[in-house]
C-alpha cells in the first residue's frame, strides 16, 4: 500500500515570500499522478497543482511549482509571493487508478 | 459547471442512531468517491463508484456504513449504527474517465458529530 507523508504539521509565512511545503511518499509503481490540494478554512478542498509521474519536468501554475525528485520520492511545493488567501491546509496526494492516498496536510498560514 | 453537491453540511446524532449523507457529482463524471476526514488527518477513502458499479470498498466498515450509486448518478452514504468514531467530515468527490478520473472534485463535505 501507498504512504504519504507531510513532516511539516504547520508552517507560516510572511505575505510575499516564498514557502516550500514537503511530501515524500512510499510506492513501488512506476507510473502514477501527484496532487497539491488546499483546503481553505471552513471550505472545501479544491486542486492546487498536478505532476504526472512519467514527466521529467516540474510542474507550474502561476505562483505555484513543484519540485518532484521521483528516485526520491519526493514532491514538494513551492507557493511564490504569498498572498493571504494562500491561508489554508494544504494536501499532497498520491494517485494510481483513480485511487489516491492523502498526507495528513501542512497548516499554512501567510502572515500580514 | 455546477460543482459537486452535498447534503446536510452539518448533522448532530446520538450514539447509536442513523445518518444518511447524499452526493450529486458534477454532471457526466462517471467516478464517485466518498472518503472520510478525520479531524486533524488527511482524507481516507471509503468507497470508490464507476457509474453505478463498486470499484473498491476496502476500507468501508461493512459492519455500520452502507453506500449506493443510484443509476450511476446520485449516491448516498448511510451509517448505522453511528460510533462515536465516526464523528468526522464525510467527502464527496468525483472524476471523469481515463485520466481525468484521478483529478478529484470535491464537495464542501458533511460535518458529522456523534455525541
Known amino acids: 500500500a501507498q504512504t504519504v507523508t507531510q513532516s511539516q504539521p504547520e508552517m507560516s509565512v510572511q505575505e510575499a515570500e516564498t514557502v516550500t511545503l514537503s511530501c515524500t511518499y512510499d510506492?513501488?509503481?512506476?507510473?502514477?499522478?501527484l496532487f497539491w490540494y488546499k483546503q481553505p478554512p471552513s471550505r472545501q478542498m479544491i486542486l492546487v497543482i498536478r505532476q504526472e509521474a512519467y514527466k521529467q519536468q516540474n510542474a507550474t501554475e502561476n505562483r505555484f511549482s513543484v519540485n518532484f525528485q521521483k528516485a526520491a520520492k519526493s514532491f514538494s511545493l513551492k507557493i511564490s509571493d504569498s498572498q493571504l488567501g494562500d491561508t489554508a491546509m494544504y494536501f499532497c496526494?498520491?494517485?494510481?487508478?483513480?485511487?489516491?492516498?492523502f498526507g495528513d496536510g501542512t497548516t499554512l498560514t501567510v502572515k500580514p | 459547471e455546477a460543482g459537486v453537491a452535498q447534503s446536510p453540511r452539518y448533522k448532530i446524532i446520538e450514539k447509536r442512531q442513523s445518518v444518511a449523507f447524499w452526493c450529486n457529482p458534477i454532471?457526466?463524471?462517471?467516478?464517485l468517491y466518498w472518503y472520510q476526514q478525520i479531524l486533524g488527518q488527511g482524507p481516507k477513502l471509503l468507497i470508490q463508484f464507476q457509474n453505478n458499479g463498486v470499484v473498491d470498498d476496502s476500507q468501508l466498515p461493512k459492519d455500520r456504513f452502507s453506500a449506493e450509486r443510484l443509476k450511476g448518478v446520485d449516491s448516498t452514504l448511510k451509517i448505522q449504527p453511528a460510533k462515536l468514531e465516526d464523528s468526522a467530515v464525510y467527502l464527496c468527490?468525483?472524476?471523469?474517465?481515463?485520466?481525468?478520473?484521478?483529478?478529484?472534485?470535491f464537495g464542501a463535505g458533511s460535518r458529522l458529530t456523534v455525541l
Open positions: 496526494a498520491f494517485t494510481r487508478g483513480g485511487k489516491s492516498t
Open positions: 454532471s457526466g463524471h462517471a467516478t
Open positions: 510506492t513501488s509503481e512506476n507510473n502514477y499522478y
Open positions: 468527490a468525483s472524476g471523469g474517465t481515463g485520466y481525468g478520473a484521478n483529478v478529484l472534485t
